[in-house]
């Protein structure tokens, strides 16, 4: 079986480690490699980090801030995208007025707990809205997470915050995918919520919702078997026909 190059894009604070729980599952299928944004501060530039390394064909599959990423790669390589999966992401840009001023208030707040206490530290109160609440308790997903979070550093965090604060919003972009998509999240994500990603099903043309049950934000490290196994049905779908809709999610 030939396996085609497969490129899994971590989100914010994140890196190979988020991916690793799916990958063994999907070696039969796909040649995996997780790219690495260095410190970059805007989605853009970590996209042509992402291309300056690709194969001239791939698919895509981008979690939270890398589905960003991946819709970026998507705009500017269109033709080298050969099918595209979004997982607990979004779409929109940052709101205007207080909503925005708030998302920026919360993660400056982040960052400067970064600065003072550690990665470490910061990385103990920003998993609480990441994880399902009954994942607290597992000690080895919450240190894996933790030990995830220490890799980074301040410099990079405040880069990647300045990169997500100036997100676009990518509604056209998402009406023009012809490639087989696969959409999906945690049904217990609150961060990026189930609600979020039945709007991103609907504005693209023939997609699947997926929906991981038990599961908050970090949908691969939290539910590796089911998010491998939606992978491996999406990177199994014929290009030429693309993915139905699901129904019932």
Known sequence: MNRQALLLLPGLLCDRESWSPVMPALREHALCRVPDYADEASLSAMAGRVLAEAPPAFALAGHSMGG??????LRRAPG??????????????????????DERT???ALLELARDSGMRDMGREW???????????????????????ARQTPERFAAQIDALLARPDVSDLLRTIRVPTLIACGRQDAWSPLAQHREIAA???????????????MAPMERPDAVAAALRDWLTVPAATGLRAATGA
């Open 106 to 108: 919360r993660r400056m």
């Open 203 to 217: 504005l693209v043309p023939g997609c699947r919702l997926e929906v991981f049950e038990d599961c908050g934000h």
């Open 68 to 73: 960003r990423v991946a819709l970026e790669v």
């Open 127 to 149: 998993m609480q809205a990441m994880v399902h609440p009954d994942r607290l308790a597992d000690a080895a997903l919450v240190e894996d997470i933790l030990a995830m979070v």
């Open 80 to 101: 080298r995208v050969t099918r595209l999966a979004l997982l607990d992401t979004g779409y929109r840009n940052r709101p205007d007025g207080a909503a925005g001023d």
